[in-house]
Structure formats: structure tokens, C-alpha cells
């Protein structure tokens, strides 16, 4: 069973910069795509960047375009989310998942798409 575990994260000021990691562990080998999510009170699990373990693929939501990166260390089987300028209203948990790719179907961008999921860290970004 594939376990996803997450560090990093925390409070910081607007403008500031995180970074979060999450490592796979088990049988990661099955797990084609990373992703990492938010979900804010109140609000849906929301995409926020992906990246896909062979080629190195990114993608990432227009709304942290330029400012957030994801980056892979193979070896490790762990994936990075750099975080910067970060806004007040990117206060959230933050999630990272694995796809297996068992629902082709669905895109990358959806919650559903994934199959293995952290346990997810808050972010709180004061102004």
C-alpha cells in the first residue's frame, strides 16, 4: 500500500515563501503523476501543480503560475512544491496526491484523478 507523507508548510507572512515536500513510500513505482491540492474552509479541494514521475511534465493552475514550482527527486520518490509570494487567500490545507493513472478519463486537474492522498498540512499566510 502506497503511503504519501508530507513536511513543511506553516505560517508566514504575505509575500513570503514555503516549501513543502512529500515523499512516497511502499510501492510508489504504480504512481505515474504527483499532484499537490488545496482546500480552503468552506471551500472545494482545488488543483494547484502536478508533475509526472518519468518525464518531469509540470502543470500548474493560472493562479500560482510563475510564483509556486513542483519538482521531483527520483531517488528519494519525493516531490517539492516550492511556494512564493504567497497571498493571504492561499491560506489552506495543502494536500499532495499520486495518480496511477486507473482513471484516464478524468483530468489531472481533478481531485478524482488520484488515488493516494497525504494527510495534508495547513498554510496560514497573514497580510
Known amino acids: 500500500q502506497v503511503q504519501l507523507v508530507e513536511s513543511g508548510g506553516g505560517s508566514v507572512q504575505a509575500g513570503g515563501s514555503l516549501r513543502f515536500a512529500c515523499t512516497a513510500s511502499?510501492?510508489?513505482?504504480?504512481?505515474?503523476?504527483m499532484g499537490w491540492f488545496r482546500q480552503a474552509p468552506g471551500k472545494d479541494r482545488e488543483f494547484v501543480a502536478a508533475?509526472?514521475?518519468?518525464?518531469?511534465?509540470?502543470s500548474y493552475d493560472d493562479s500560482v503560475k510563475g510564483r509556486f514550482i513542483i519538482f521531483r527527486d527520483n531517488a528519494e520518490n519525493t516531490v517539492y512544491l516550492q511556494m512564493n509570494s504567497l497571498k493571504p487567500e492561499e491560506t489552506a490545507v495543502y494536500f499532495c496526491?499520486?495518480?496511477?493513472?486507473?482513471?484516464?478519463?478524468?483530468?489531472?486537474?481533478?481531485?478524482?484523478?488520484?488515488?493516494?492522498w497525504g494527510q495534508g498540512t495547513e498554510v496560514t499566510v497573514s497580510s
Open positions: 496526491a499520486g495518480d496511477r493513472e486507473t482513471r484516464p478519463f478524468v483530468a489531472p486537474t481533478a481531485p478524482f484523478r488520484y488515488e493516494y
Open positions: 508533475i509526472t514521475w518519468g518525464g518531469g511534465e509540470t
Open positions: 511502499g510501492r510508489p513505482f504504480n504512481i505515474r503523476r
